[in-house]
T-cell receptor, first 114, second 112 residues
Framework: DSGVTQTPKHLITATGQRVTLRCSPRSGDLSVYWYQQSLDQGLQFLIQYYNGEERAKGNILERFSAQQFPDLHSELNLSSLELGDSALYFC?????????????FGPGTRLTVT | AQKITQTQPGMFVQEKEAVTLDCTYDTSDPSYGLFWYKQPSSGEMIFLIYQGSYDQQNATEGRYSLNFQKARKSANLVISASQLGDSAMYFCAMRGYQKVTFGTGTKLQVIP
């Protein structure tokens, strides 16, 4: 158990809908990362937050947004969902910003868009 | 730009043998970190080992060691004394300035 929690574990929804994925980092970790893992795109970095502020942006679509709250939990919002958004979404947390800090991954949320 | 290349989509290794999983990278960042993760069939991502770009010595964590050759831009993972439980996908990753990049992974299968 990495100490990172993600809810829900599975999510099935229809095209055009909006969903919210939730992540609670390990105790003491200030940095949260979101990743998308799909069969055709592999593991893609989406976005990073540190202590409530956005710090880095990867291949995140404009239909997707995220935030980190004062209690450090984070939410990833996916809107106008398309079939291609079906994927495993991981949240990871690390102690800080330095590249030496390893990231601990949550169990993931499997999103299926029908 | 930042890129990670894992050229071995799949590998087999006999139980108790050592195996090397290849990873090459490209970056213009002066400072970066290299990581290896294991993803079993259950789906979770498990951190294995870290190597900093300025570290002089190769990282080791139990049966895992990272063969870091900075001039060649390679960061190969060596697993010694393979066990059946090592069968999984292995991802090499790099964290640079405001960016994290993962390779496409290598599927390792340990044969009894």
């Amino acid at each position: 158990d990495s100490g990172v929690t993600q809810t829900p574990k599975h999510l099935i929804t229809a095209t055009g809908q909006r969903v919210t994925l939730r992540c609670s980092p390990r105790s003491g970790d200030l940095s949260v990362y979101w990743y998308q893992q799909s069969l055709d795109q592999g593991l893609q970095f989406l976005i990073q937050y540190y202590n409530g502020e956005e710090r880095a942006k990867g291949n995140i679509l404009e239909r997707f947004s995220a935030q980190q709250f004062p209690d450090l939990h984070s939410e990833l919002n996916l809107s106008s969902l398309e079939l291609g958004d079906s994927a495993l979404y991981f949240c990871a947390s690390s102690l800080g910003l330095a590249d030496s800090y390893e990231q601990y991954f949550g169990p993931g949320t499997r999103l299926t868009v029908t | 730009a930042q890129k990670i290349t894992q050229t071995q989509p799949g590998m087999f290794v006999q139980e108790k043998e050592a195996v090397t999983l290849d990873c090459t990278y490209d970056t213009s960042d002066p400072s970066y970190g290299l990581f290896w993760y294991k993803q079993p069939s259950s789906g979770e991502m498990i951190f294995l080992i870290y190597q900093g770009s300025y570290d002089q010595q190769n990282a080791t964590e139990g049966r895992y060691s990272l063969n870091f050759q900075k001039a060649r831009k390679s960061a190969n993972l060596v697993i010694s004394a393979s066990q059946l439980g090592d069968s999984a996908m292995y991802f090499c990753a790099m964290r640079g300035y405001q960016k994290v990049t993962f390779g496409t992974g290598t599927k390792l299968q340990v044969i009894p």
